[in-house]
Structure formats: structure tokens, C-alpha cells
């Protein structure tokens, strides 16, 4: 079995204990978190290697590994095949740095964007400017309801249901 879906049965399992679950999560989050501070020292250089070997470069479990590898895919510039990725799976963390930040602030990641490594990587104004755009970008806007008696938005000056409504 690949090690995404071993990692995926254990960190979402529906049969696990929630205090083992909440345990787990938290463990991550907090791993997570330093080896983002790791990588934001040096955004530009992109870290490689198998994914035995970038567990042990930063002093974590192949399970947490995975995990990881698994949140920070869509922020790569070049995705790792994660679906069949084994122990000896060569995989890099070359990061798109705007779309890393983008990517925590969609996941809701306060722990992880609000990291002070990203005062040297991104001016507060470019942050700011990129939290909007991603909050924007989920958010769905509804265009205005056209009523019968409504005037026509062609410009008539006649009533919807008399002019672009009447075969509708």
C-alpha cells in the first residue's frame, strides 16, 4: 500500500479513537510548523531528496512526512507523485512562495501564514494583498434576480417580461 493512503487511513480514520485522533493532529500541526520555519529561512532553495531522507533531515516519522507532503503538493511548482510515493520516492519542496501563503490562508493555517519568517519573505502589504485575493476567490457572488415587471437590463425602457423575458 502507498504511504499517502497509510497515512490517510490513520489521520482520518473513522474508527479511531478522538482523543488518539486530537493527539495526533495536534503532534502534526505542531511538526508541521517547524519545518515550514525551516524551509521560509531559505525560500529560494528548493530541498530535495527521497522521502526517508527528508524525514530524518528534520527529525520526523515517514507518517508526518507523508502528511506533509501531502499539504504542501499544491503549493509546489512542480507537484511530487504522491499517490505511489514509497520510502525511497525522491520528492522536492520547491515551493511557489505566493502560493504557499495563499494555500495556508485558504486552509485557514493562522499558525502557519502568521509565521515570522514570512516578514522576511513578504512585505505586510503583499500578504495583505494576498489574503484578500484568496478570500475573494472563495467567495461566490449571485448575480441580481431579474423580475417580470423589472425594466429590461438590454435598455428598452420596456418591462423585462415585454421584452428580452417574453420567450423565456
Known sequence: MALLQ?????????TANKGDLQRLWSSYFQTEKSIYQELLKAPKKAVKGT???????????????????????DSLKKANPIEEMEEDTKVSLGFDIELLYKNMVGAG???????EEWNDIL?????????????LSTTIVKEDRIYPNDPCPCGSGKKY???CGKNK
Open 6 to 14: 497509510q497515512w490517510r487511513d490513520m489521520a482520518y480514520s473513522e
Open 51 to 73: 522521502v526517508k531522507e527528508l524525514a530524518e533531515k528534520f527529525d520526523v516519522d515517514i507518517m508526518t512526512m507523508v502528511g506533509f507532503l501531502d499539504g504542501i503538493n
Open 109 to 115: 493555517a493562522d499558525w502557519l501564514y502568521e509565521l
Open 123 to 135: 512585505d505586510e502589504e503583499r500578504r495583505k494583498e494576498l489574503y484578500k485575493e484568496q478570500k
Open 161 to 163: 417580461k415585454k421584452c
